[in-house]
């Protein structure tokens, strides 16, 4: 029975020990909990989360932190709003709609330090000294600032930051990120912001009655994320964005050896360094968020015709000298079939129709394939399905159905296919290097800030195309004479021998009424191939794609000639 | 009129064990129309908490004059279903801190019942046999040891503490040796390095905080500091009823649920801190009755098991509150907002009150 009796002893004990405990706090230090409490003084101060440094190749930055300086206020101390609306857009020019849905929007934790705006000039800075007795609440804050060195050029490679949103918040509560975090929103940033990330740094304070900082708590320092090192080249990177321009349109490079990615830019870009304005989609219909390289869908065109080359080859349904004649029309059952070149070719062999991208050649072989052989190539080289590049937002393109293709469209690829441009570059990779598909990759390496190798990506060979030596020697002469006589010989570089294919998305873009893109894939050197362009551009003829991938090749094989070659292209450039 | 009153007084009196949770559910409610009047107005969760409430008269009435001793065969099939559950909690919300299964509009917390069906099986096992052999222990401690396992695992550091507690208070009334529970506790001593590698981080985060506060004092640290300043501002009397600032202005997080006892603190001070805990204290005497009653062996573990369990509750959860435990995360029965602690916490005064009515028929 005794037993029984210490279940109540044990209870009584600890019920005297939490009466104690209360009267210590309730009654012994009432006073000085009152005080803490009525001026609700304890605040925390968030400085940032630092982020990882992001190299190229060689070692040159792409994107790192540095301090800046935040404009932040206090939702509680905020007294009379109209009147420090009036102030600072006064002082900094805001929108005053905006100040007023910030400072009136309400806040789980009035006392928390809200971000007005990021990154204050010094003029700003001083301007809102000046005036802080009039504001009260309102504070310049030590903060971080993510900085990208090649700004525009690297925009879509590396994406931007931005404070996380609902449904990310959602979605990654578990991981440990909380309101008001700035993560990766895209590109780079966002695919490996995780191990970017740091741990955030921030102080915790006694404030009085003003808000003022009156004694630390406790401070604890932001730790940096690991650092990325890429596998971009910064200068070819550099070299893309120049050679693209302004034209609205999309450069990959990749080493076809590896399925290294060496550049990848998009126009209309955005500049990460000045987000803000680019955010406001009214002011931008044309989407400068959209990266081409991997999320546009393109009917591959005149590109496709390598697909139907080699399938005819490795099927046998044509011999290297098998010839078809091109009278510029060709009539099939009640459709008219046209070829771009309205004279026709001619009599044309597959060494002469692949430079020329003659339609009627194409078209009598892919009917004599069938659209199922033709589809089952296309899966081969993995079109319509991502690539598996490590770029949030990948799209897959499509490869339509049997019954939904004709072989004609399709062999010139037209008709209810897409592709991406990262799937074409994959494909000439393929070629130029025997059969083997490499996926893409960008991040070569994640380090922590104390140097130890995190993880290291090695290239992954996601599979072997078994391709007849005899049928790829055939296709890249095909290839290397589309540059040298053909329809690709604006890509032409003295001294550099190229194998390309143009491409325009041309009736089925007339039929849907969409506008036409011109692309170009190729790689150099033609014997020994280090390097591999695709280039798409909106509402441009594929010679001029040509004619970029060209200069880019001119510029990443023949150094020498750079620097008076460069000076002309930066003129021209400036205008 | 007066007659309800008098009624109600003589409840109070007769210690009628219904009656005192409810009027602890009472207060509960109040709390928490209190807390819910904050700078953020939450989804009213006082008034899902009444309606849990209703629906845990409505099990009083069905269970009005039920034995408790069905329950006896009922408890393996209760604990291999919990065990199921338990289970699809841990692999649903695999590497997350995961404790619920959605159930349209309510999140159903099988670890809150886990609690309650480890009581039934442990006493209905340890009722027949002797627990000074050891392979008896052994079996208990494997009958308790799977569900803290997966608990553990969620990770729910709070309600695994209550399996032990609800172990050590059953076997201690089943009469375990002294020797045994020397040799237990050295084995709890030597297994503790292991329990401390497979913790979550933010598990040793929050013990190692208890032990320095300052060590994080814009996470865990501060949630402590905050609950400290919220009880001490209260002072002797309080600020009133709805009128404390700390917890309206949601300097604490989780005052509705976890640290719903800082806002009795602010609102009513000391005195009301006083009177809230001898309440409490009455209710659990109350138990401490109905175990010394109790003839019938199975009756007085299962009444020991929820003894252990609401005391253990009510001390962890004040003593988090009050900085003299580590913030383990576990509610305060009948006043904390939680449909599956509710009813939890109803379901066991059912079981209790069955248990004393029963009693005199042996």
């Known amino acids: ?575 | 009129m007066k007659q309800k009153l008098k009624y109600l007084m003589n409840s109070f009196k007769e210690k009628n064990i219904i009656f005192l949770s409810y009027l602890l559910i009472f207060i509960g409610i109040c709390i928490l129309f209190s807390a819910s009047k904050g700078v953020i107005t939450k989804e009213s969760f006082f008034i899902k908490q009444i309606l849990w409430a209703i629906i845990g008269s409505i099990l009083v009435y069905v269970f009005r004059n039920w034995n408790y001793r069905s329950l006896e065969k009922f408890g393996y099939l209760f604990y291999f279903i919990i065990l199921i559950l338990l289970s699809i909690v841990l692999i649903k919300g695999e590497g997350r801190a995961s404790r619920w299964i959605g159930l349209g509009w309510f999140y159903f917390q099988p670890s809150e019942f886990a609690k309650l069906v480890v009581i039934l099986v442990l006493s209905s096992f340890l009722s027949k046999r002797d627990i000074r052999k050891f392979p008896v222990l052994l079996v208990s401690l494997i009958i308790v040891g799977i569900p803290f396992l997966l608990v553990f695992k969620q990770p729910n550091l709070g309600t695994a503490i209550i399996f032990i507690l609800i172990f050590l208070g059953i076997s201690y009334i089943a009469g375990i040796t002294r020797k045994q529970l020397i040799g237990l506790f050295l084995l709890a001593i030597i297994s503790s390095p292991l329990i401390w590698m497979i913790m979550k981080d933010y598990q040793k985060e929050r013990i190692l905080t208890f032990l320095n506060p300052m060590r994080d004092p814009l996470g865990k640290g501060y949630n402590l500091l905050q609950s400290k300043i919220t009880i001490g501002s209260g002072g002797l009397i309080g600020k009133g009823f709805m009128k404390g600032t700390q917890t309206k202005l949601a300097f604490l997080p989780e005052y509705h649920t976890d640290f719903i006892f800082c806002v009795i603190a602010e609102e009513f001070g000391f005195l009301g801190v006083i009177i809230f805990t001898l309440l409490y204290y009455y209710f659990l005497s109350k138990i401490v009755e109905i175990i010394y009653i109790r003839k019938d062996i199975f009756g007085k573990f299962v009444a020991t098991g929820i003894f252990v369990m609401f005391a253990g509750h009510f001390l962890i959860n004040l003593g988090m509150t009050l900085g003299i435990f580590p913030i383990v995360g576990i509610p305060l029965p009948f006043i904390s907002y939680g449909g599956s602690s509710l009813i939890v916490s109803i379901l066991s005064v059912i079981i209790l009150s069955s248990i004393e009515k029963h009693s005199t028929l042996f």
């Open chain 1, 1 to 575: 029975m005794g037993r029984e009796i210490f279940l109540k002893k044990f209870i009584n004990f600890f019920i005297y020990i939490i009466l104690l405990r209360c009267f210590y706090l309730q009654i012994i230090r009432y006073p000085y909990y009152y005080q803490l409490s009525i001026r609700n003084c304890i605040r925390t101060i968030e400085t940032g989360i630092p982020r990882g440094i992001i190299y190229d190749r060689n070692g040159r930055i792409l994107a790192k932190d540095a301090p800046s300086a935040n404009l932040v206020f206090v939702p509680y101390d905020i007294k009379d709003v109209e009147n420090e609306i009036e102030i600072l857009s006064n002082i900094i020019g805001f929108d005053k709609e905006y100040i007023r849905k910030k400072l009136t929007k309400k806040y789980i934790n009035p006392f928390d330090r809200v971000i007005l705006k990021r990154d204050l000039n010094s003029i700003e800075i001083s301007l809102i000294e000046e005036n802080l007795h009039k504001l009260p609440g309102i504070f310049v804050q030590e903060g971080i600032k993510r900085i990208y060195p090649f700004s525009k050029k690297t925009g879509h490679l590396l994406g931007y930051l931005g404070e996380i949103s609902q449904s990310q918040l959602e979605r990654l509560k578990e991981k440990g990120y909380k309101i008001g975090d700035i993560i990766g929103q895209d590109g780079i940033e966002k695919q490996y912001d995780e191990y970017l990330k740091g741990l955030p740094g921030g102080i915790q304070v006694e404030v009085d009655a003003l808000g003022h900082q009156r004694r630390i708590w406790g401070k604890k320092e932001g730790e940096p994320g690991n650092d990325l090192i890429l596998t971009i080249d910064a200068t070819i990177q550099e070299i893309a964005y120049e050679e693209l321009r302004d034209r609205n349109g999309c450069v990959a490079v990749i080493d076809p050896r590896n399925g290294e990615i060496l550049a990848i830019v998009s126009n209309p870009v955005f500049d990460p360094n000045n987000l803000i304005y680019y955010l406001d989609e009214k002011k931008h219909p044309e989407k400068p968020f959209l990266n081409r390289v991997i999320k546009g869908q393109y009917p591959p065109g005149s590109i496709f015709k390598i697909i139907t080359e080699i399938a005819a080859l490795e099927t046998g349904t044509i011999k290297e000298y098998d010839r078809v004649e091109c009278t510029g029309i060709m009539e099939v059952s009640d459709r008219i079939f046209h070829c771009w070149k309205e004279e026709g070719h001619g009599w044309v062999d597959i060494n002469l129709a692949l430079p020329f991208s003659c339609n009627i050649f194409f078209g009598t072989i892919g009917m004599k394939l069938g659209v199922s052989t033709l589809i089952e190539y296309a899966k081969r080289f993995e079109l319509g399905k991502p690539t598996g590049i490590d770029l949030p937002g990948e799209a897959s393109g499509y490869i339509p159905m049997v019954q939904e293709a004709d072989p004609l469209n399709l062999s010139i690829g037209q008709g209810p296919i897409t592709t991406t441009p990262i799937q074409l570059l994959s494909l000439i990779s393929t070629v130029a290097n025997g059969g083997n598909i490499w996926q893409p990759f960008i991040v070569k390496k994640i380090i922590s800030p104390k140097g130890e190798i995190i993880k290291e990506f090695t290239p992954n060979m996601k599979k072997i195309v078994p391709i007849d030596s005899e049928t790829l020697d055939i296709l890249r002469k095909g290839l290397k004479n589309v540059v040298e006589f053909g329809t690709g010989t604006r890509a032409k570089v003295e001294g550099l021998e190229i194998a390309g294919k143009t491409g325009t998305a041309q009736r089925a873009a007339a039929e849907f009424e969409l506008p036409t893109h011109g692309a170009f894939v190729c790689y150099a050197p033609f014997d020994n191939p280090k390097i591999a362009v695709v280039v798409f551009l909106d509402y441009g003829s594929s010679p001029q794609a040509a004619e970029i991938a060209g200069r880019i090749l001119k510029r990443i094989f023949i150094p020498e000639k750079i620097e008076d070659k460069n000076e002309t292209e930066t003129e021209i450039f400036d205008e």
